[in-house]
């Protein structure tokens, strides 16, 4: 069965770091293209990242330059380190599979991981 576990997320000021990972189980993680997106309160979910089988990434603007995005295939893992992190950062992560060239999610969600920033 198909699962995320999200996890990583918390409460810190602005300027500061944070590292989110999601294990994901029930698939061939490998060889499937994984993405983190995020709600913020009272909007929609957003793609933030994209990465590869092969490493290749995708970066949505909002987040250029303060966000990256990796994967550890031994682990089933993909991670998202989020510096500088700005009050806008506010809003609950999740990470899934994507379809061929970053496409839509592709499964149900996990409980995601909240992350508050504040100023």
């Known amino acids: 069965q198909l699962q995320f576990v999200e996890s990583g997320g918390g409460l810190v000021q602005a300027g500061g770091s944070l590292r989110l990972s999601c294990v994901v189980s029930?698939?061939?993680?490998?060889?499937?293209?994984m993405g983190w997106y995020r709600q913020p309160p009272g909007k929609r979910r957003e793609l933030v990242a994209g990465?590869?089988?092969?490493?290749?990434?995708y970066y949505a603007d909002a987040g250029k330059g303060r966000i990256t995005i990796s994967r550890d295939n031994a682990k089933n893992t993909v991670y998202l380190q989020i510096d500088n992190l700005k009050p806008e950062d506010t809003a609950v992560y999740y990470c899934?599979?994507?379809?061929?060239?970053?496409?839509?999610?592709?499964?149900?969600w996990g409980q995601g991981t909240q992350v508050t920033v504040s100023s």
């Open positions: 990465i590869t089988s092969g490493g290749s990434k």
């Open positions: 029930g698939i061939i993680f490998s060889n499937r293209v």
């Open positions: 899934n599979v994507l379809g061929d060239y970053y496409g839509p999610p592709l499964y149900p």
